[in-house]
């Protein structure tokens, strides 16, 4: 179990591939914390855990959106307290609305979505580095999207936040990288049977896309040891094999 005494961190960790994520590295010994705004989704991936007998993981109901600063640092102080340090940190958490051309673009909607997908990664990445920097190596990874890495017509705030986030994950990853300790990745689900997929590409035949247990692999290389050493990488977890 390679990932045994490695706390971790999953935003989203109630939704498809979040869950997922948080699944297949508490099975490997990480001690996770799981957080989400939806209280029933963190219990039923809490269950999910427990009955694989990994780790028993951590519920923190948080809305990443709505967090006032002040919040965002009591989150950081009590993993602090708990564990001490934090070795891994997955930004799985995404919104998207819907594919809406920019001229009846919703102000409420644009403004969500750019706090949900761009402002809270800033703001937890930077509140959490103190306690990254005290782990021997530590990992942080953004989630990206496929379909809006590129600028796309009626992408919306979403694509405007993913394509940001990548950006900012490259700054992040450069001045990270003299102290090597910290690598800083993003992970490219790809087309893939997820909720948020559903949702975009209702009328899409799912039968034909992989099944989010399938990306896994990607997962446990970005946090192991295997990927110390990769910091400004785009992962793609559709070719991706450990």
Same mark, same amino acid.
């Given at each position: 179990?390679?990932?045994?005494?490695?706390?971790?961190?999953?935003?989203?960790?109630?939704?498809?591939?979040?869950?997922?994520?948080?699944?297949?590295?508490?099975?490997?010994?990480?001690?996770?914390?799981?957080?989400?705004?939806?209280?029933?989704?963190?219990?039923?991936?809490y269950?999910a855990?427990?009955?694989?007998?990994?780790?028993?993981?951590?519920?923190?109901?948080?809305?990443?959106?709505?967090?006032?600063?002040?919040?965002?640092?009591?989150?950081?102080? /009590?993993?602090?307290?708990? %564990? #001490?340090?934090?070795?891994?940190? *997955?930004? @799985?958490?995404?919104?998207?609305d !819907?594919?809406?051309?920019?001229?009846?673009?919703?102000?409420?909607?644009?403004?969500?979505?750019?706090?949900?997908n761009l402002?809270?990664p800033?703001?937890?990445?930077?509140?959490?580095?103190?306690?990254?920097?005290k782990?021997e190596?530590?990992?942080?990874?953004?989630?990206s999207?496929?379909?809006v890495?590129?600028?796309? /017509?009626?992408?919306?705030? %979403? #694509?405007?936040?993913?394509?940001? *986030?990548e @950006?900012?994950?490259?700054?992040? !990853?450069?001045?990270?990288s003299?102290?090597?300790?910290?690598?800083?990745?993003?992970?490219?689900?790809?087309?893939?049977n997820?909720?948020?997929?559903?949702?975009?590409?209702?009328?899409?035949?799912?039968?034909?896309?992989?099944?989010?247990?399938?990306?896994?692999?990607a997962?446990?290389?970005?946090?192991?040891?295997?990927?110390?050493?990769?910091?400004?990488?785009?992962?793609?977890?559709?070719?991706?094999?450990?």
């Amino acid at each position: 179990m390679p990932l045994t005494n490695h706390s971790i961190l999953i935003t989203g960790a109630g939704g498809g591939l979040g869950s997922t994520a948080a699944l297949a590295l508490a099975k490997q010994g990480a001690r996770i914390i799981l957080l989400d705004k939806s209280i029933p989704k963190l219990e039923k991936a809490y269950d999910a855990i427990i009955d694989a007998n990994a780790p028993t993981p951590v519920i923190y109901p948080f809305d990443l959106a709505g967090a006032s600063e002040v919040q965002y640092h009591e989150l950081a102080q /009590a993993i602090e307290d708990k %564990y #001490g340090h934090l070795n891994g940190l *997955l930004h @799985s958490a995404t919104e998207f609305d !819907a594919f809406t051309p920019m001229s009846i673009h919703s102000t409420m909607a644009w403004g969500h979505t750019l706090n949900v997908n761009l402002n809270a990664p800033f703001l937890l990445t930077q509140v959490l580095l103190p306690l990254l920097k005290k782990s021997e190596h530590a990992s942080i990874v953004f989630t990206s999207d496929s379909f809006v890495r590129e600028p796309r /017509a009626y992408s919306g705030a %979403y #694509g405007v936040s993913k394509i940001a *986030l990548e @950006s900012y994950a490259k700054i992040l !990853a450069e001045e990270l990288s003299d102290a090597g300790k910290i690598r800083v990745n993003i992970l490219v689900p790809g087309p893939i049977n997820s909720p948020l997929r559903k949702k975009a590409f209702p009328a899409e035949d799912k039968n034909k896309l992989p099944e989010m247990q399938e990306i896994t692999p990607a997962y446990l290389y970005l946090f192991s040891a295997h990927s110390i050493g990769t910091t400004g990488q785009t992962v793609d977890a559709r070719t991706f094999k450990l």
